[in-house]
C-alpha cells in the first residue's frame, strides 16, 4: 500500500474518530471500514489479524454498552426537544469553533434550554450534569474502542 492509501485510510480513521464525537456519525463502523480498506488492500496475514482483533473489540465495545448501567439522558427530565437542539448545536459549535465549539454548544445550549424549563441555575445545572454524563459514558466506550483500533493499525503499519 503506497504512502498515499495509507494517508487516504489514516483520514477515514480521522473521520471516524470524529464521528464518535459528532452525534448522528457512526463513528465506529467508518473506523472498521478503513480497516476492512486497508486489509482488503494489504492481503497479509498482520492485516487480516488487525481486521479481526478490530471486529472483536468494536463488537465488544457494542456488548459492553449493552452491559454498563443504562443512564437516561432524559434521566433529569430533559425533554427530546432540549437534547435535540442540544446535539444541532453541538454540530454547529464544531464547524464555527473546531472540535471543542461541539462541546461549548451542546453543554452550552443544554445548560440555557434547562434553565429556561426549571428556571433556576441549580436545577439547570444538575439536569445538565446527568444529560452529560450518561451521553459521555457512551461517547467514552466508543472513543476507548475506536482508539485501541487505531493504535493497532497504527503499529501494525509501522510493523510492515
Known sequence: MGVWQLLAVGLVFLLGLLG??????????????????WAMT???????YVLFGASAVLLIDQVLK?????RDPRAAGAPYRTLFLAGVAGIAGFFLVPVVGA???????LYLLERQRLGSHGDAWA???????????????ELLACLLVVGAWTGAVIAS
Open 66 to 70: 449493552w452491559l454498563l448501567p443504562p
Open 127 to 141: 439536569a445538565t450534569r446527568t444529560a452529560m454524563r450518561s451521553i459521555g459514558l457512551a461517547v467514552l466506550t
Open 20 to 37: 464518535v464525537l459528532v452525534p448522528g456519525v457512526p463513528g465506529p463502523p467508518i473506523v472498521w471500514a478503513g480497516v476492512l480498506w
Open 42 to 48: 494489504e492481503q497479509t496475514a498482520l492485516a487480516w
Open 103 to 109: 462541546v461549548l454548544g451542546s453543554v452550552g445550549v
